[in-house]
């Protein structure tokens, strides 16, 4: 087998290709943080819009609660 890291060139690269990976990885990490706080926000009004239809469709002619 060939170990890349018994050179010195070899080590240099791989220690640049695991930087690389850590900086894409933190990058990710860093725009799902960015991005959550819209989806959640987004997920709770459409949560709220399906929960105000069931009470208004819960709610009968007479104008009382069916629940």
């Known amino acids: 087998m060939h170990d890349r890291a018994a050179r010195l060139a070899?080590?240099?690269k791989s220690a640049a290709a695991i930087a690389i990976e850590i900086m894409i990885l933190l990058n990710i990490d860093l725009?799902?943080?960015?991005?959550r706080p819209r989806v959640e926000e987004s997920v709770?009004?459409?949560e709220a819009q399906f929960e105000?239809?069931?009470?208004?469709?819960s709610i009968?002619?007479?104008?009382t609660r069916m629940c």
């Open 10 to 12: 070899g080590a240099v």
């Open 52 to 57: 105000m239809k069931w009470v208004l469709r």
């Open 44 to 46: 709770h009004r459409v």
């Open 31 to 35: 725009r799902i943080a960015q991005v």
């Open 60 to 63: 009968d002619e007479s104008g």
